[in-house]
Structure formats: C-alpha cells, structure tokens
C-alpha cells in the first residue's frame, strides 16, 4: 500500500514535469515563431507612417519655398514594439534621417545663362530587425521616391512646375539624426526665389540617384524633354511653353546659411513680376525685447498694403514667446502689424511672413548677453527597477521609475533616461523636454537580472551623464550614480 502511494506522488511529479516542459517548449516556439512576424507587422505599420510623415516633410519644403515662412516637421524615425511578459523583443528599431551631398551639381545652360550649384538630398533609412526589405527613402529636388535593393518606387512627384515657370530648390544644411522616437526637421528659406525670363530654350541638370525614374515623372509634361544621364537627367525646358526659372536655396538642419544664389536672376524674388508683397521689419537688429512691440511694414509695389495677413514665428532657446496685438494678425491702413514678446529672457529670431516674401528679425535681451543661465545638476535622483511580477519565486521587472530634482530647471533642455542589460542592449529608454518627476521607462520584456541604468541632462552649454547598476526591487540614489565612462 505504501508502495503504491510512493508511486502516485511520482507520477503527479512526473505529469508536472512533463505540462512544465510542454509550456516552456510552447513559449520558445512563440518566441522563435510568433514574436518576430508581430515585430515584422508593426515595423511595416511604421513604414506606412514614416513615409507619409516624408512627405508632409517634402510639402513644407515645397510651402516654404513659395511663402518664406519657417516650418518644422515631424519624421516619427523609429517604433516601439508591444511590451512582453514572459517573451523578448529585440531593441525598438532606430531610424535615421541625414543629408546627402548630391552626386553632382545642378546647373541651367542657355539663353545666355551658364551656371551652377551645389545641393544636398535627404535621405531616411529605417533600422529594422524583422522588415529587412524595406526601402530607403529619398527627397531629390522634391521629387520623393523609395528604393529597395532591386528596384525604385516613386511616392510623390517632383514639384519643380509653377504654371509658366521652373522652379529649382537648391539644398543647404547638416543634418543627421537616429533615435527610436520621433524628431522634428526645420526648414527655411535661405534666398529667393530668384527668377530670370528665358526666350530660348534652357537644359536643366539635375543630379540624382535614380535617374529612370524622372522620365516617368516628368516626361509627359509639355514643354519640358528629360534625357537620363550618369547620376544625372537633363531637363530640356522648352522657351515658347515657358517664361521663367526660378531658384530657390532652402535650408535644412544646421548650417551658416550664406547667400549662394545671389546675383542669378531677378533677387526681388520674382522676376518681371511686380505683383510680390515686401515684408520688412521697422526695427534695427539686434534688438532687446524690452523694447516691443516689434513694427513690421506690408508693402506691394512700394505702396502699404492694408489688412494684409501677416503670420509672425519665432527660433530661439524656448525662452523667447510671441503675443501678437492683433488677434488676425492683419496690417493697419499703413501697413503695419506689430508683435509683442511675453518672455524676454533670452534671444531668438521672430519671422514675419505675408504673402509669399518673409523677414527675419534677430531678438537679444542684455540679460541674457550679460547673465548667462546656470548649468543644471541633479539635486536629487533615484532610480527603481519597479517589482512587477514573479515567476516561481523570482520577482522581474517590467518598468523603471526615475524620481529626480533638477536645479536651474529652465535651463534644461532635455532629460535622457536609458535602460540597459548587462550585455549592453538597451531595454527602452524616455526623453523629456521638461523636468517632470517621476518618470517611467517601460522595458520591451521582462528582467529577471540587473539592469544597468543611464541619465543624461542635457542644457545648450553641456550635457552631463550618470551611470549606475541596480537589482529588480532596488532603489538608487544620487550618491550610487558615477560619470559615464
């Protein structure tokens, strides 16, 4: 009796081992199985979104060009995979947007023009671990096209016909930015439009890296002939269908923004036309923004233009705010609007934009030139690898929790909070443009084991990082935090 006792007790033993082992065998298949096509499902939802934030980035370049007005857009770069219990992702893929220099210049030969210029492209390349096939996307003189290993697909038309011109965007700028979140593209207007009237014909080179694609895009177009050259095609632009090319220099990122287009054409921006508004600040730069409100003048034609729309935005270090005094923003029978700064503690420059001409004003307080802001520091920080769970006995984690006091908290531009294992992949990671305590980084699976922690304030003059080493369920504090290596 004893005996056979014995032998039940080993037999529920044995039929626990065997439903653990069907379990654990289930999870590796999902994890081998399922947990890549889902990754490979959510990096292609992405895909479908980062190109159509591309081409709301094409647009402004295009709404820019034409207005002068500044705009910023949003490129969501990379994903966040779903959070897992029990499985593990791979690092939320990281994409990158840059420019390219151009494989060559563009250049206008004929009717009595012989010039050319440097340009840049944009370039946005995805880093995928399960979409492999996904293709890299490319903005060449607006014309925005992806291209995979095998083949090039055009997106959008290039947009270089404005009725009875050809307009011509020349690229500046430095840009190069990779994170698994989103980032935000400045674009503005360098110079021009500047315009020249053609009687004859005129050859347009364009340099690009897909040059098949243009006669598609182009080639049925009347007036214009595209022959393909090596990196290359040749626009003919046909006098009689045509009355102008115009240029336009844009910038993009960073860059010194020199004046490369000047003395090509008719500088006032439109050629023979008279009909373009003049958009003028009254004041001398730089000026302090005590002194506001700020006058700016519409005119057409030399003569005052009346209720004119004038948008009004500002570039400055976050510190410098506009209040406009006129709630339409409209000029007065003088042709004038004004602007009023609501935080004068820093330097910025304001743009007034009306009709399709813009003008730039440069703000700088004394004290801001004469004080300059405090360096932020932690005053406190703790860091939890929060208890969220355990599995036969083990608590995990899921999530961190960084609590933290920054002093000279206007002066801090971002907070950067990175979570590592202990090979060196990063398990999620947060960024905040505003201290904001606490906050959470959600990790992309469970952790049994330390995690390694980093924190990264960043202010317009230094960026300082701290680095430690905790267990789940352990807090941190300022004193356990060292420099980053």
Known sequence: MHR???????TVQIGAILLF???FAALALYQVDAVPAENRNAEIDHSERVGGDLVELRNAMSATSADGAPRGSSVALGTRYEVRTFTVNPPDPAGTIRTQEAPGNVSIEGDDTDVDFETQFLVYEPGYHEYGDAPTTRIEHTFLYGEFDDATVDVEDPLLIDGDRVVLPIVDGDLSRADSGTASVD???IAGPNAKSIDSNVTVTLPTDAPERWNESLGARSGVTVEERSNAVELEIDGD???EIALVQLGVGDGSWDDRIDGFGDSSGDGDRDDRFNVEWLESEPVDPSE????????????PVEDAQVDFSVDGNGSVDLESNDDENRTDESGIASVNVTDGSGNGTVYAAAGDDVDSLHVESNESATEPDPEPEFETLEATPNVDGQILGYPYTRSVTFEYDVSAADSVERIEFTVFDEDGAELGSATVNDPDSPTDVDLNGAQWRSVDLAVTLVSEENAECLETTADVGETRELDDFEPCE
């Open 21 to 23: 082992a069907i379990l």
């Open 187 to 189: 674009v503005r207007r």
């Open 292 to 303: 506001d409100p700020f006058e700016v003048r519409v005119t057409e034609g030399g003569t």
């Open 241 to 243: 269908a045509f009355d």
């Open 4 to 10: 056979r006792g014995r032998e039940r007790a080993v």
